[in-house]
């Protein structure tokens, strides 16, 4: 079984920044497939971002350009890194592997 946990979320203002981070017990080299949801209150949950074994990477259009995923050397963690954030992208965002695997999730408020 996968474990993935969460971390890094909390109250920042909009325009500001905020990073992310996934760790997952096992080698994330034996994952296809890494990914970032959120949801939003009284939203579904939806894919903000998705990094493949190979590296690529693809993103929701509402987060292009402001928002980056990418994992570190050691292959254990999974990062998202939030930048020009708008009140929109309040939601507590989680850690997907596989399609399958699911962090606790971590919540990113921002303000005005």
């Known amino acids: 079984q996968v474990q993935l946990v969460e971390s890094g979320g909390g109250l920042v203002q909009a325009g500001g920044s905020v990073r992310l981070s996934c760790s997952a017990s096992v080698s994330i080299e034996s994952i296809n497939s890494m990914a970032w949801y959120r949801q939003a209150p009284g939203k579904q949950r939806e894919l903000v971002a998705l990094i493949s074994r190979g590296g690529a990477t693809m993103y929701a259009d509402s987060v292009k350009g402001r928002f980056t995923i990418s994992r570190d050397s050691a292959k254990t963690s999974v990062y998202l890194q939030m930048n020009s954030l708008k009140l929109e992208d309040t939601a507590v965002y989680y850690c997907?592997?596989?399609?399958?695997?699911w962090g606790k999730g971590t919540l990113v408020t921002v303000s005005s």
């Open positions: 997907n592997g596989n399609d399958m695997y």
